[in-house]
């Protein structure tokens, strides 16, 4: 297991970076809102997008206390929403379920950045760290599937 330290907004993102560098097959993020990731960057945006286009079973999901910011901040990743709605998915957590305090990412079940308070930047890469990643894709996962109807792209109107 490799663990690097980072504690600026920079070195957390530059962590979000390796991991995605990693080409993930499944890449899963769990945050209070998305504005730290800065997904709208062109070439965050670009790795996303390659992720996306790469196919294969690829499945990327954002698990947010608050969406609000996603639809009004973020056009790239609401077009990536709307062109890839079969490989991205964003969703609310459950405002009634009681929500970590903590944030992370976790790619392929291994790689993990992990936040102990999501309303800072500071925490660590975990590389090749499974054991250390069981627990958080288990809480993600409860948390997902109480959480709200998943964030669309396309406005529908009658």
């Known amino acids: 297991m490799n663990t690097n330290p980072f ?3 920079s070195a957390c993102r530059a962590a979000f970076d390796a991991v995605l560098a990693r080409a993930p097959r499944e890449l899963r993020l769990y945050d209070r809102d998305i504005g730290l990731w800065q ?3 062109p070439a965050r945006h670009a790795a996303l997008r390659a992720l996306c286009v790469a196919g294969g079973g690829r499945r ?6 608050d969406v609000t910011r ?3 901040a973020l056009p790239r990743l609401m077009q990536l929403l709307r062109d ?3 490989v991205l998915a ?3 957590a459950d405002p009634h379920t009681p929500r970590p305090d903590q944030a992370w990412v976790l790619a392929n079940r ?5 936040r102990p308070d999501k309303n800072a930047p500071h925490g660590a890469l975990y590389l090749d760290a499974p054991a250390r990643a069981v627990a958080l894709h288990q809480t993600f996962e409860s ?4 959480a709200q109807a998943p964030l669309s792209a396309t406005t529908l109107g009658l």
């Open 143 to 146: 948390l997902w599937q109480r």
């Open 84 to 86: 890839f709605s079969h």
């Open 90 to 92: 964003i969703r609310q």
């Open 60 to 65: 990327i999901e954002c698990l947010l206390d």
């Open 39 to 41: 997904l709208d960057d």
């Open 110 to 114: 291994h790689d993990v950045v992990f």
């Open 70 to 72: 996603v639809a009004h």
């Open 7 to 9: 504690v600026t907004p």
